[in-house]
């Protein structure tokens, strides 16, 4: 089999800069400390203490990182910058000098109050978020949301609309139904979930509550291009295209997204929610999806999941300093580009099923003309250190996930290994 070598250093980004080493003195009883058989004064006994210092990647393990990692396509939890994860790595053991981990720091303490309203700070300036918006770090992931989201906006007896174009959309329609009565004004499943409505097909109820859509579907790669104009409040499940491009945040209601694809590791979940939606929830709702109870006490009304918060304030940090989201667009759409022109240039070897003007640019979907071949892809690709390449249960065939920190050498791997292999694999490409 034909070797890929890429070198993934030119990933490497250097817009965060972790430190270069960790020091502290840390106390060491010498290994065969004894104490005399006569001890019978108070004399104190010397023990003396050695300095250790804590080497970090930024210096030799740096050099390695590179070809060490793979290129990871998984949907989520998904591949993370790696100038976050080294300066995360530097500043695990003792963030900022104040002498102890982001882990192990109370959450309501001065230390982690300024890595939350940093956070916020950076995503609203990412996002342009108007000040009548609140930003909530939730738990619970997107689909507590699909709860939350009704609870929250309406009244049992309401009708809400939803517009269901993948997985995610179902399920959220179908959580609705146990707290108003929601309607699914149109839905993709008789064409396996191929395809995104125009605005113009949508059938809205006039006094629905809201309108509800997964702006881009992770399991079968369709993706908003633009958004509708609702009859009241547009919602958006944004997990897997958050910050991804920018947004225009004030068409929206309520934006919600889990971190784990895009903006930082599992276990957060961000809700944008414009303020005076916030403190109608209905007496049922659980104390912990009430918006009012979150917002009041500024994300902190229990123990926020504190570590994935700042490891999601690393990543905006990036982001900015990458030039913003208009930036990272420009790169998410010239990757997007390279692989689905494989896709479609490889005379049928390859397919996407998906409609090509509501392609994804974060999640690409792909079979091969042969199917028993799939297996094999995956396995390949794999030992060319690209894994998760496999498609999710529900649909099969391959997919290559490429959010915001797959790097564009990433992807031109992925495309030379595909090439490589139908050269070997098809008797037609001759």
Not at 45 to 63: D, E, F, K, V
Not at 153 to 170: A, E, F, N, Q
Not at 217 to 243: Q, R, W
Not at 312 to 325: H, K, N, P, T
């Amino acid at each position: 089999m034909t070797s890929i070598a890429m070198s993934a250093a030119a990933a490497t980004n250097n817009h965060l800069k972790p430190a270069t080493s960790i020091t502290t003195k840390t106390a060491l009883f010498p290994a065969n400390l004894s104490l005399p058989s006569t001890y019978t004064t108070h004399k104190p006994i010397s023990i003396t203490c050695s300095s250790t210092t804590l080497q970090t990647p930024a210096t030799a393990t740096t050099a390695a990182s590179s070809s060490d990692r793979v290129f990871n396509f998984a949907a989520g939890p998904a591949t993370l910058p790696e100038n976050v994860l080294l300066k995360a790595q530097s500043e695990l053991y003792n963030w900022n000098g104040c002498g102890m981990s982001v882990m192990e720091m109370s959450h309501r303490g001065k230390e982690f109050l300024s890595i939350i309203q940093k956070a916020e700070s950076d995503l609203r300036s990412l996002l342009n978020i108007p000040s009548n918006y609140s930003v909530l770090f939730l738990q619970g992931g997107a689909t507590t949301q699909f709860a939350a989201i009704p609870l929250n906006l309406c009244k049992p007896d309401d009708t809400v609309d939803y517009v269901v174009t993948g997985s995610w959309g179902d399920k959220a329609f179908k959580e609705a139904a146990k707290y108003c009565n929601p309607k699914s004004i149109w839905s993709g499943k008789s064409d396996k979930y191929t395809n995104i409505p125009t605005f113009e097909a949508l059938q809205q109820t006039p006094d629905a509550k809201y309108l509800h859509i997964c702006a881009n579907e992770t399991i079968h790669g369709v993706e908003f291009k633009n958004y509708p104009d609702p009859a009241n409040l547009l919602i958006a499940d944004m997990s897997s295209n958050f910050c991804s491009k920018p947004v225009d945040v004030s068409k929206f209601g309520v934006i919600y997204a889990g971190a784990q694809k895009n903006v930082g590791p599992s276990g957060v979940t961000i809700v944008i929610i414009r303020s005076d939606l916030i403190g109608n929830a209905q007496p049922s709702t659980p104390v912990m999806l009430d918006y009012k109870i979150h917002a009041d006490n500024n994300s902190l009304y229990n123990t926020p999941p504190c570590y994935g918060i700042y490891m999601c304030g690393l990543v905006f940090e990036d982001l900015i300093a990458q030039g913003g989201l208009s930036e990272v667009e420009k790169k998410n759409v010239k990757k997007a580009g390279i692989l689905y022109d494989a896709i479609d240039g490889s005379k049928g070897f390859y397919r996407c099923p998906v409609e090509k003007s509501v392609r994804s640019m974060m999640n690409v979907p792909f079979t091969l003309t042969k199917p028993e071949l799939e297996a094999e892809f995956v396995k390949e690709a794999a030992k060319e250190k690209m894994v998760q390449l496999k498609g999710h249960r529900s649909v099969g065939g391959m997919r290559a996930s490429i959010y915001n920190a797959m790097p564009l050498a990433g992807v031109e791997k992925l495309v030379a290994f595909m090439k490589d292999f139908q050269a070997r694999h098809d008797a037609t490409a001759a």
